[in-house]
C-alpha cells in the first residue's frame, strides 16, 4: 500500500495544485519512484490511498503504469470522495484492508528513499512469524532529533523521547511490512473496512504492538528525505 492522501501543508504552495506524491524528483513523481522499487522487488499489485487532488493520482499512475492498471493490480482507495477527508495512515489502512492481503508493504508517497529494496525475502519471513509490524529504521534527520522509536537488536521498543536509555534512537523511514491483524482487536478499534471513515494514526497501533514485543526493526542506510518542505524538494533537485 501506498499512502498518498495527505494534504501537505508544510508543501504549500507547491501542494495547492499538485498531491506531495506527485511532485517531481529527479525528473520522476514521488510515487512513480516507489512502484518502480516495488516491481524490482517482485511486487506487482499496488492499493493508493487519495483524498487531497485525489483524482490527479490515478490519472497520473494509470497512464505512467498502464499495464498495471490494464490487468487490475492498481486499485485505489478514495478517501476524498467517500468521505471528503483523508484518513490519517491507521484509518486509511484501515479503509483499504479489504483490498490488502494477510502481510503486506506499506511505503509514504511523500518519502525518497531509491536505494531501499523491497526484498521478497524478507516479506516472506514476516509473514511466517509471530511479529504485526517490521519498520525500517533511518538516522535521525536534522529535523526530528531525537527519533521515534528505541532499537534493541532487531525489535523496536516504546520509549518515551524524555526517557533516559543506552538503546540508540532511530526515526521511522515510513517504509514497513505490516499484517492485517495489526487493524483488528485488541490492537485497532476500526471497524472492518472503516465504514465510518474514522481518521487515526498509525505510531498508536505500533506502540501498543511494541509494547507486546510483536515488532520488528531493520535500520536503513541508504539515501532517504522525507520530502516535507520546499527546501528539501529542492535540495533534492539541485
Known amino acids: 500500500m501506498l499512502l498518498a492522501a495527505g494534504r501537505g501543508e508544510r508543501m504549500r ?28 522487488g517482485g511486487v506487482n499489485a499496488l492499493v493508493v ?7 490527479q493520482i490515478p490519472a497520473h499512475l494509470d497512464a505512467v503504469w498502464s499495464e498495471l ?27 483499504a484492508l479489504p483490498l490488502l492481503g494477510e502481510a503486506f508493504w506499506l511505503a509514504a508517497g511523500d518519502v525518497f528513499a531509491p536505494d531501499f529494496v523491497f526484498d521478497a525475502a524478507i516479506a516472506r519471513q514476516f509473514a511466517a512469524s509471530d511479529d504485526l509490524a517490521h519498520l525500517w529504521l533511518v538516522p535521525n534527520p536534522a529535523h526530528n532529533p531525537l527519533g521515534d522509536f528505541a532499537l534493541d537488536g532487531s525489535r ?22 505490516l499484517k492485517a491483524g495489526l487493524f ?13 471513515g474514522v481518521a487515526a494514526p498509525l505510531a498508536a497501533l505500533l506502540r501498543r504492538a ?25 535540495q533534492l533537485n539541485a
Open 13 to 40: 504552495p507547491l501542494t495547492d495544485v499538485t498531491p506531495k506524491p506527485l511532485l517531481q524528483v529527479q525528473g520522476r513523481a514521488l510515487l512513480d519512484w516507489h512502484i518502480a522499487a516495488l516491481q524490482q
Open 49 to 55: 490511498n487519495t483524498a487531497w487532488l485525489g483524482e
Open 69 to 95: 492498471a490494464a490487468g487490475q493490480r492498481l486499485r485505489y482507495s478514495h478517501e476524498g470522495r467517500d468521505f471528503g477527508h483523508a484518513l490519517e495512515t491507521a484509518g486509511g489502512i484501515a479503509r
Open 156 to 177: 523496536a521498543l516504546n520509549l518515551p523521547k524524555d526517557q533516559p536509555s543506552p538503546l540508540p534512537r532511530y526515526t521511522y523511514s515510513t517504509i514497513a511490512l
Open 184 to 196: 483488528r482487536a485488541p490492537w485497532c478499534d476500526i471497524a472492518q473496512g472503516n465504514p465510518d
Open 210 to 234: 511494541m509494547d507486546a514485543g510483536r515488532v520488528g526493526a531493520s535500520v536503513y542506510t541508504g539515501r532517504w528525505t522525507d520530502v516535507g518542505t520546499p527546501e528539501r524538494l529542492a
